[in-house]
C-alpha cells in the first residue's frame, strides 16, 4: 500500500530524509515539474493539492473565488503542470443546522473550516441528508472533462507520429517529444501533429502561468472545441 505525505519536502523526497515516503503531494504553488520528474525517476509519484490555501493569485475554490479557478485548476493547469494525482480533504463539511428545501434564497450558513467559506465544502445538504452539488463542485468536474480531452487529443497524437512521450519544460509547461522513428514516419509539415501539440502545452489565452490564467469561460471552451475537432479529425 502506497504511503503518501503532504510533509513540506519541496524536493519529493530526492536526497532527502523522506525518501522512504511513496506519494508526495504539495501544495499547487509548491509543485515543480522537473523536481516531479526527478521524483518519479526515483521511483515516487507526486501530486498536488489545495485547502485553505493557496490565494490569490492561485486558484482555489473558496465561495469567494471565481467559480472558474476550480476549472481551470482540474483542466488547464492539470494538462500543462501533469500532477500525478489530486488530492482534496473533505466536501462535505456542513456548519448549517437545518437542511436545504427550497431556494434559490436559503439561511445556508457558507461558513465551512474556521473563518473560510466553502473550504471543505463543496456540497450542500437536502433533504434527509442528501448532499447537493454546488457551481463549485461543476466546475471541478467540468475541469477533469477538459483534462479528458487533453489525455485523449495526447494518445491520438502518440499512434500517429509512432510513440511520442510528454515531458514538462523547464518553465513548467509541457511539451511532446516525438521518438527517432515517429519523426521519420511524420512529415514535418504535418498541421494537425503541430495544432495537437500547441493545444496540448495549453493556449496562452487560457493559461500563461500558475497566476496568470483566464476568467473568461469562452476562452476554455475555445480550447476544448479544438481538442474535439483534432480528436474527430484523426479518427
Not at 34 to 40: C, H, I
Request: contains cysteine; glycine residues 8%; proline residues 8%.
Amino acid at each position: 500500500m502506497p504511503i503518501s505525505t503532504t510533509a513540506y519536502d519541496h524536493e519529493f523526497g530526492v536526497g532527502t530524509p523522506l525518501d522512504v515516503m511513496d506519494w508526495f503531494t504539495p501544495l499547487t504553488p509548491k509543485f515543480d515539474p522537473e523536481k516531479a520528474a526527478k521524483s518519479r525517476a526515483a521511483g515516487h509519484q507526486v501530486w498536488w493539492y489545495i485547502c485553505c490555501g493557496p490565494h490569490a493569485p492561485q486558484a482555489n475554490m473558496f465561495i469567494e473565488c471565481p467559480a472558474i479557478e476550480g476549472r481551470v485548476l482540474m483542466g488547464a493547469e492539470t494538462a500543462r503542470q501533469r500532477p500525478d494525482g489530486f488530492l482534496y480533504y473533505q466536501i462535505t463539511i456542513w456548519n448549517s443546522k437545518r437542511c436545504i428545501t427550497s431556494g434559490p434564497f436559503t439561511d445556508w450558513d457558507p461558513r465551512s473550516w474556521t473563518r473560510y467559506h466553502g473550504d471543505g465544502s463543496w456540497t450542500c445538504v437536502g433533504p434527509d441528508g442528501t448532499p447537493l452539488p454546488t457551481v463549485r463542485l461543476e466546475n471541478f468536474r467540468d475541469g477533469l472533462e477538459d483534462f479528458a480531452y487533453a489525455l485523449e487529443l495526447e494518445r491520438k497524437l502518440k499512434a500517429r507520429t509512432g510513440g511520442s512521450r510528454s515531458c514538462a519544460t523547464a518553465t513548467g509547461g509541457s511539451q511532446l517529444v516525438a521518438t527517432a522513428d515517429a519523426q521519420e514516419r511524420v512529415p514535418p509539415d504535418d498541421a494537425w501533429v503541430r495544432k495537437a501539440k500547441e493545444l496540448l502545452a495549453v493556449p496562452g489565452d487560457v493559461m500563461q502561468s500558475m497566476t496568470q490564467f483566464t476568467g473568461d469561460p469562452a476562452a476554455v471552451l475555445r480550447w476544448r472545441d479544438a481538442m474535439a475537432d483534432l480528436i474527430e479529425e484523426a479518427r
